[in-house]
């Protein structure tokens, strides 16, 4: 059975960092594209940041520059790195992990960006 597990979120001043972990079990980790998704109160939930097994990234256009995907196969884990954090990067911040055949999601982090 595949587990995704998030952890790191809390609460943060404006312009400061928080790391985000997403941590695999039960799966071939290597296999899988990794993806940090976020949904605010009351807003759709939507991609943040993705790696692929090769270590190709991609961000959303309001994260580049700030936010910092990595993944370590050996641990089975996917950092997200996230620095100058603002008040609208407030939001649950899921981790799905997807194939041509499958896909599974976390149960999500609560980021809180708020003087």
């Known amino acids: 059975q595949v587990h995704v597990v998030e952890s790191g979120g809390g609460l943060v001043q404006p312009g400061g960092s928080l790391r985000l972990s997403c941590v695999v079990s039960g799966a071939i980790f290597s296999f899988y594209v990794v993806e940090w998704y976020r949904q605010a109160p009351g807003k759709e939930r939507g991609s943040v940041a993705s790696?692929?097994?090769?270590?190709?990234?991609y961000y959303t256009a309001s994260v580049e520059g700030r936010f910092t995907i990595s993944r370590d196969d050996a641990t089975n884990t996917v950092y997200l790195q996230m620095n100058s954090l603002q008040p609208e990067d407030t939001a649950v911040y899921y981790c799905?992990?997807?194939?041509?055949?499958?896909?599974?999601w976390g149960q999500g982090t609560l980021v809180t960006v708020s003087e």
């Open positions: 790696i692929g097994s090769g270590g190709n990234t």
């Open positions: 799905r992990i997807s194939n041509f055949r499958s896909q599974y």
